[in-house]
């Protein structure tokens, strides 16, 4: 085994992040995690939040997702409702950078995102699983039109730097010559019986039927140059009209190559249940949703308010918070239940006088650090040379992955790629660099797949994760043992103060999450308020 | 029954990532083509000046400036609790308040997506952050010294 991973190109890379894992670390968290492994949304439709005491108040720290998600329902169920806010902006993760928007950074490095009207880049979420059916219901309700996110595209890449020369290989002819060499492998083990023990004479001649149906076999379980193998992997010569119809089979890529390239491993990127076709995102980017959010609460939140300290009693919760724009002010806000929504980095460094079980909670766990590029081009050459539509390719470059945009297919003019996303040590060195040399070094790497790169580039922006001033890092990453030891301590409502977020769910990383945890922490505080009965 | 179809496949994908971990564990070759990026596991040959500036200024800033922002990063160019090489260690090996733990067991980084330091390593950065941005804590601690301090992730680590 630490043979065949010495000699594997994409093993030297974090593996897993080619099995779509890159995208939704939490992907990956899950599958570890022997307590995660349900990404399976509970949300079960609307909340029912019946019988609010009279005059009830509930003040809710940030407005993110899941504060988000709590105040649109508390405030319908006849809660006082009032959220305090970090940002200038409704949305927290749930984030758009677009043409004519500022970013300054953890350090003070401030970018001005230059791209066309129209474009964008999501430095937090870009997807929606069709069962995260939490955050799909809230765009529903908020009027969010949602539109296709391309998880597989055939025609993208994928990349090894020591397989084929380097040279970026279709995602299409990996998968049709891989399944089609292991069809023909497994057809003739069955010819030679050696499944006799395993498989049945009748099931045997299933078993072949549907080998050459799955691997494009020819009427001998061969897998070879063929009209049937080249409709799965494309043809030398594609089939046309007129006197230059006739199409030409392409020559499959042979056994050896493909397991010694391991670009196998790119194959299920979209097999895991995250990542399964349909998914979603909203038109005009994620942080649309933020942003209906935001409109539909109005003056509910209040915007540029950093909370310093957090103090329950027997009645209700303070929150002690000052105004970003004139600092050193003290200033208070009251409710009779507090759902904290702060991020666990920045909560764990207020004062805030809960049980000493929440209190390591809030201090156990680590943020990951992740980091994404928006690289502008002049003109959509991945569609225009390549004929790629959406979808992402893999690679195992630094950069991990390239991310076409699933939208605006055709339209003249400049576009914006995803130029990277990166987890783990290489997101933590792109961390530590100025965000032109972040961008610099995406085009450097992006440019060995993509040619034209150089030529196009136009503008960039890059937003590294553990540098972002309202959370100090991309989401909690629970190990098995931290989830056994703390998890519930942080989920328990201590005596006032609940909290909610996507660090307080089994979805770690994904908006559904948040919101799922918002719902199952509001119908908890809900029962409280109720038993509580109506204020004195 | 639904939670038991979970379970199944919960662990079966566990079990191919554990799988594909233990590969990725024992490979240490750096990235050929490349002198900035390292892959995780071959970052063993890292100094404490690379560690502090490919790692640490992420967060803490170069100089060990540090930042403001809903929360801090502290600042490390005269931060009095650098005073105890052990609090600097202990910090490194187990993190703090979402700060990623940097001592846990090789095959256990992947977990939390983190990076592996050997107790040459921590010692290594911490002698660094503290004789650096105009520190200058007495003493120099060793590997063995590192070793002695409670380590993440030891009690399970096999």
């Given at each position: 085994?630490?043979?065949?991973?010495?000699?594997?190109?994409?093993?030297?890379?974090?593996?897993?992040?080619?099995?779509?894992?890159t995208a939704g670390?939490?992907?990956m968290?899950?599958?570890m995690?022997?307590?995660?492994?349900?990404?399976?949304?509970?949300?079960?439709?609307?909340?029912?939040?019946?019988?609010?005491?009279?005059?009830?108040?509930?003040?809710?720290?940030?407005?993110?997702?899941?504060?988000?998600?709590?105040?649109?329902?508390?405030?319908?169920?006849?809660?006082?409702?009032?959220?305090?806010?970090?940002?200038?902006?409704?949305?927290?993760?749930?984030?758009?950078?677009?043409?004519?928007?500022?970013?300054?950074?953890?350090?003070?490095?401030?970018?001005?995102?230059?791209?066309?009207?129209?474009?964008?880049?999501?430095?937090?979420?870009?997807?929606?699983?069709?069962?995260?059916?939490?955050i799909?219901?809230?765009?529903?309700?908020?009027?969010?039109p949602?539109e296709?996110f391309?998880?597989?595209?055939?025609?993208?890449y994928?990349?090894?730097?020591?397989?084929?020369?380097?040279?970026?290989?279709?995602?299409?002819?990996?998968?049709?010559?891989?399944?089609g060499?292991?069809?023909?492998?497994?057809?003739?083990?069955?010819?030679?019986?050696?499944?006799?023990?395993?498989v049945?004479?009748?099931d045997?001649?299933?078993?072949?039927?549907?080998?050459?149906?799955?691997?494009a076999?020819?009427?001998?379980?061969?897998?070879?140059a063929?009209?049937?193998?080249?409709?799965?992997?494309?043809?030398k010569?594609?089939?046309?009209?007129g006197?230059?119809?006739?199409?030409i089979?392409?020559?499959?890529?042979?056994?050896?190559?493909?397991l010694?390239?391991?670009?196998w491993?790119?194959?299920?990127?979209?097999?895991?249940?995250?990542?399964?076709?349909?998914?979603?995102q909203?038109?005009?980017?994620?942080g649309?949703?933020?942003e209906?959010?935001g409109?539909?609460?109005?003056?509910?939140?209040?915007?540029?308010s950093?909370?310093?300290?957090?103090r329950?009693?027997?009645?209700?919760v303070?929150?002690?918070?000052?105004?970003?724009?004139?600092?050193?002010?003290?200033?208070?806000?009251?409710?009779?239940?507090?759902?904290?929504?702060?991020?666990?980095?920045v909560?764990a460094?207020?004062?805030?006088?809960?049980?000493?079980?929440?209190?390591?909670?809030?201090?156990?766990?680590?943020?990951?650090?992740?980091?994404?590029?928006?690289?502008?081009?002049?003109?959509?050459f991945?569609?225009?040379?390549?004929?790629?539509?959406?979808?992402?390719?893999?690679?195992?470059?630094?950069?991990?992955?390239?991310?076409?945009?699933n939208?605006?297919?055709?339209?003249?003019?400049?576009?914006?790629?995803?130029?990277?996303?990166?987890?783990?040590?290489?997101?933590?060195?792109?961390?530590?660099?100025?965000?032109?040399e972040?961008?610099?070094?995406?085009?450097?790497?992006?440019?060995?797949i993509h040619?034209?790169y150089?030529?196009?580039?136009?503008?960039?922006?890059?937003?590294?994760?553990?540098?972002?001033?309202?959370?100090?890092?991309?989401?909690?990453?629970?190990?098995?043992?931290?989830?056994?030891?703390?998890?519930?301590?942080?989920?328990?409502?201590d005596?006032?103060?609940?909290l909610a977020?996507?660090?307080a769910?089994?979805?770690?990383?994904?908006?559904e999450?948040?919101?799922t945890s918002?719902?199952?922490?509001?119908?908890?505080?809900?029962?409280?308020?109720?038993?509580?009965?109506?204020?004195? | 029954m639904?939670?038991?179809a979970?379970?199944?496949?919960?662990?079966?994908?566990?079990?191919?990532?554990?799988?594909?971990?233990?590969?990725?564990?024992?490979?240490?070759?750096?990235h050929?083509d490349?002198?900035?990026?390292?892959?995780?596991?071959?970052?063993?040959?890292?100094?404490?000046?690379?560690?502090?500036?490919?790692?640490?200024?992420?967060?803490?800033?170069?100089?060990?400036?540090?930042?403001?922002?809903?929360g801090?990063?502290?600042?490390?160019?005269g931060?009095?609790?650098?005073?105890?090489?052990?609090?600097?260690?202990?910090?490194?090996?187990?993190?703090?308040?979402?700060?990623?733990?940097?001592?846990?067991?090789?095959?256990?980084v992947?977990?939390t997506?983190?990076?592996?330091?050997?107790?040459?390593q921590?010692?290594?950065?911490?002698?660094y952050v503290?004789?650096?941005?105009?520190?200058?804590?007495?003493?120099?601690?060793?590997?063995s010294?590192?070793?002695?301090?409670?380590?993440?992730?030891?009690?399970?680590?096999?």
């Amino acid at each position: 085994m630490e043979k065949d991973a010495r000699s594997a190109p994409l093993s030297r890379r974090e593996l897993l992040r080619m099995i779509g894992v890159t995208a939704g670390g939490a992907a990956m968290y899950q599958a570890m995690d022997s307590l995660g492994f349900s990404a399976e949304s509970p949300y079960q439709g609307p909340i029912d939040l019946q019988g609010a005491p009279k005059g009830a108040s509930v003040l809710i720290l940030g407005a993110g997702i899941a504060g988000m998600t709590a105040a649109y329902e508390l405030r319908n169920a006849g809660y006082q409702v009032q959220i305090l806010e970090y940002n200038a902006r409704a949305g927290g993760r749930n984030w758009s950078l677009r043409g004519g928007d500022t970013y300054t950074e953890l350090g003070g490095y401030t970018q001005h995102c230059e791209f066309d009207k129209d474009l964008y880049i999501n430095p937090g979420p870009w997807r929606i699983p069709y069962h995260h059916r939490g955050i799909l219901s809230y765009a529903k309700r908020l009027n969010v039109p949602l539109e296709a996110f391309v998880q597989v595209n055939y025609n993208a890449y994928l990349h090894s730097t020591g397989a084929f020369g380097g040279k970026p290989q279709r995602f299409r002819e990996i998968k049709a010559d891989y399944q089609g060499h292991v069809a023909e492998l497994l057809a003739k083990a069955t010819r030679q019986h050696a499944l006799d023990t395993a498989v049945t004479p009748e099931d045997q001649e299933k078993l072949l039927e549907s080998l050459r149906d799955w691997g494009a076999l020819d009427k001998n379980y061969a897998y070879v140059a063929s009209e049937a193998s080249s409709d799965r992997r494309g043809f030398k010569k594609n089939p046309g009209g007129g006197l230059t119809a006739v199409p030409i089979p392409s020559d499959p890529i042979g056994l050896s190559d493909i397991l010694n390239s391991k670009l196998w491993e790119g194959i299920p990127s979209g097999d895991t249940f995250d990542m399964q076709t349909a998914l979603f995102q909203p038109v005009g980017g994620m942080g649309r949703i933020g942003e209906a959010f935001g409109r539909e609460l109005g003056p509910i939140i209040r915007y540029n308010s950093k909370v310093l300290e957090i103090r329950q009693d027997a009645h209700g919760v303070t929150a002690i918070y000052e105004d970003t724009k004139s600092p050193g002010g003290h200033l208070e806000a009251r409710g009779d239940w507090c759902l904290c929504t702060i991020p666990l980095p920045v909560l764990a460094q207020i004062p805030m006088n809960v049980g000493p079980a929440m209190t390591a909670a809030i201090g156990a766990v680590p943020y990951a650090s992740a980091i994404k590029t928006g690289l502008q081009f002049k003109r959509r050459f991945w569609e225009e040379d390549e004929h790629i539509y959406g979808g992402i390719t893999y690679t195992d470059l630094p950069i991990t992955n390239i991310g076409y945009p699933n939208t605006g297919y055709h339209s003249g003019g400049k576009g914006v790629l995803l130029g990277c996303y990166i987890w783990g040590l290489n997101a933590m060195e792109f961390t530590a660099m100025t965000p032109p040399e972040r961008v610099k070094k995406a085009l450097e790497y992006g440019s060995q797949i993509h040619p034209q790169y150089m030529k196009e580039f136009d503008n960039g922006v890059a937003v590294a994760w553990h540098r972002v001033p309202f959370i100090m890092g991309c989401m909690g990453m629970w190990s098995t043992d931290s989830r056994a030891k703390h998890y519930e301590a942080l989920c328990q409502i201590d005596q006032r103060i609940a909290l909610a977020g996507e660090h307080a769910s089994y979805i770690g990383g994904w908006q559904e999450g948040a919101v799922t945890s918002a719902l199952d922490a509001i119908g908890r505080l809900h029962q409280r308020a109720v038993a509580e009965g109506s204020k004195a | 029954m639904k939670v038991s179809a979970v379970l199944t496949t919960g662990l079966v994908t566990a079990n191919l990532v554990m799988a594909a971990l233990v590969n990725v564990a024992v490979v240490h070759v750096a990235h050929a083509d490349d002198s900035t990026f390292t892959s995780t596991a071959g970052y063993g040959g890292a100094s404490g000046a690379q560690i502090y500036d490919q790692i640490c200024q992420g967060c803490h800033m170069p100089e060990g400036a540090g930042a403001v922002g809903a929360g801090h990063y502290p600042k490390l160019a005269g931060d009095p609790a650098l005073t105890s090489w052990q609090y600097v260690a202990l910090t490194v090996l187990g993190g703090r308040n979402g700060m990623p733990p940097f001592g846990l067991p090789v095959d256990q980084v992947m977990e939390t997506r983190t990076v592996h330091l050997s107790d040459e390593q921590v010692a290594d950065v911490v002698n660094y952050v503290r004789s650096h941005f105009g520190n200058k804590y007495k003493g120099t601690v060793t590997a063995s010294q590192v070793a002695t301090l409670p380590h993440p992730g030891a009690a399970s680590a096999h």
